[in-house]
């Protein structure tokens, strides 16, 4: 299947520092990626729809300053989470739609400390 | 919430016997697909369904769908112990950005 990579898989930073996380697709195009966040032992949440070369689409309640988008081209989204705290820390995969199928990357651990 | 909701939140058998984990949702959707997540991983696609169809197999893995019920059952026959993982149900629903929603999950283990 397609492959997709997120990069980096663990990341540490300080609280008020901000964290970028990116997710490519290495052998196909996406024009739609999507970003989610998993706390311990729960689904995924959905936070936003990245589109290529327009405004994200935010979900409700997900903070369109705190958690900024970015979908560069065809094949590079980022995610980069602002002025981070303690609460951010969570884990964050990316999906890029392929087809009918949404293909993963191996997700990011963020702790904020 | 569009959020569908699985049954059971966690399942706990013998290597050999056969898994079962049920997913509902809310509104009209476009497929349905199963994923299974191995902790602190990544997701990996197992199975689409979709609306139009009712029954699907591959491999060890049989997969239905009512949408009458909205409701559907992942199957897992003969389970092994490296089946262990979290099971998650995702819908797309019919229109927007083919956007996928989780549904809470199941967190199978599967004991030798």
């Known amino acids: 299947g397609a492959v997709v990579s997120q990069h980096p898989s663990r990341v540490i930073c300080k609280s008020g520092t901000s964290v970028k996380i990116e997710c490519r697709s290495l052998?196909?195009?996406?024009?739609?990626m999507f970003w989610y966040r998993q706390f311990p032992k729960k689904s995924l949440m959905l936070m936003a729809t990245?589109?290529?070369?327009?405004?994200?689409?935010?979900e409700q309640g997900v903070e369109k300053d705190k958690f900024l988008i970015n979908h560069a081209s065809l094949t590079l989204s980022t995610l980069t989470v602002t002025s981070a705290h303690p609460e951010d820390s969570s884990f964050y995969i990316c999906?890029?739609?392929?087809?009918?199928?949404?293909?993963f990357g191996q997700g990011t651990r963020l702790t904020v400390v | 919430s569009q959020q569908g909701e699985e049954d059971p939140q966690a399942l706990s058998i013998q290597e050999g016997e056969n898994a079962t984990m049920n997913c509902s949702y809310k509104?009209?959707?476009?497929?349905l697909q199963w994923y299974r997540q191995n902790s602190g991983r990544g997701l990996v696609h197992l199975i689409l369904i979709r609306s139009n169809e009712r029954e699907k197999h591959s491999g060890r893995l049989r997969v239905t769908l009512d949408t009458s019920k909205k409701s559907s059952s992942l199957l897992i026959t003969a389970s092994r112990a490296a089946d262990t993982a979290s099971y998650f149900c995702?819908?797309?629903?019919?229109?927007?950005?083919?956007?996928?929603?989780f549904g809470a999950g199941t967190r199978l283990a599967v004991h030798p």
């Open positions: 995702a819908t797309v629903f019919s229109g927007g950005y083919n956007k996928l929603i």
């Open positions: 509104t009209s959707i476009n497929n």
């Open positions: 052998d196909f195009q996406a024009t739609t």
């Open positions: 990245s589109n290529e070369g327009s405004k994200a689409t935010y």
């Open positions: 999906s890029a739609q392929g087809g009918t199928e949404a293909f």
